[in-house]
């Protein structure tokens, strides 16, 4: 199947600092989606980006879908960035999720 | 975008006993889905609920474990059976929908299983 690999595992930011998330994955795909889980366990999608780049806010998300992986930016971190942002991407029906990244944003 | 409730929240349960976890969509879907993540690891696909049919399990989740119903078009139930402390997980369903089958995520159930 395929296989899907984000970096880094964990990050520690000082609030007001920027960050670079990364999403590498093994095959072609239908779709890419970036979440966010919140401390409480919840997924919010942040982004459907199967290729191009997108903004919303602070955040913002590119895919090079011929060369196979993803960028999630955040910039002017929060406390409330704080959490899990998981890339899944879409073969088929099959989502497949990334280990995710571990963020933690300190104030 | 898709609305989803599921219930309970969360759950405290003893060992061998078995609970089950409701979905409900706010439109028709044609497939549902159930995940499973594991304390401090990612989400891992248990199955996939289409209505009219039996549940598709993933490798390494069978049947008799996570007995799948899906009734009509807008609700589904998960049942963890016969629980032990290493089905302790948050449950989470998910639907497709919209623009490039986009996957929603119900709030998810937390699991502890003492």
């Known amino acids: 199947g395929i296989q899907v690999e984000q970096s880094p595992p964990d990050l520690i930011l000082q609030e007001g600092a920027n960050s670079t998330l990364r999403c590498n994955f093994s095959d072609s795909v239908n779709n890419l989606q970036w979440f966010h889980q919140n401390p409480w366990g919840q997924l919010i999608n942040l982004f459907y980006i199967p290729s191009g780049t997108k903004q919303n806010g602070r955040l913002s998300a590119t895919t090079v879908a011929t060369e196979r992986y993803s960028l999630l930016y955040i910039s002017s971190s929060q406390t409330t960035d704080s959490g899990v942002y998981f890339c899944?991407?879409?073969?088929?029906?099959?989502?497949?999720f990334g280990e995710g990244t571990q963020l933690t944003v300190n104030p | 975008s898709a609305v989803i409730s599921q219930k309970p929240s969360r759950d405290i349960c003893q060992r061998g006993t078995s609970l089950t976890i409701q979905c409900q969509v706010d439109?028709?879907?044609?497939?549902m889905f159930w995940y499973r993540q594991q304390p401090g690891q990612s989400l891992t696909l248990i199955a996939t609920?289409?209505?009219?049919?039996?549940?598709?399990?993933e490798s390494g989740f069978v049947i008799d474990k996570f007995p799948i119903s899906r009734p009509n078009l807008t609700f589904s139930t998960l049942t963890v059976s016969n629980m032990s402390p290493e089905d302790s997980s948050i449950y989470l369903c998910?639907?497709?929908?919209?623009?490039?089958?986009?996957?929603?995520f119900g709030a998810g159930t937390r699991l502890s299983v003492l």
């Open positions: 998910s639907v497709p929908g919209g623009e490039g089958n986009i996957q929603y």
């Open positions: 439109s028709q879907v044609t497939m």
């Open positions: 899944a991407v879409l073969s088929g029906s099959r989502l497949t």
């Open positions: 609920a289409n209505q009219g049919s039996e549940a598709t399990y």
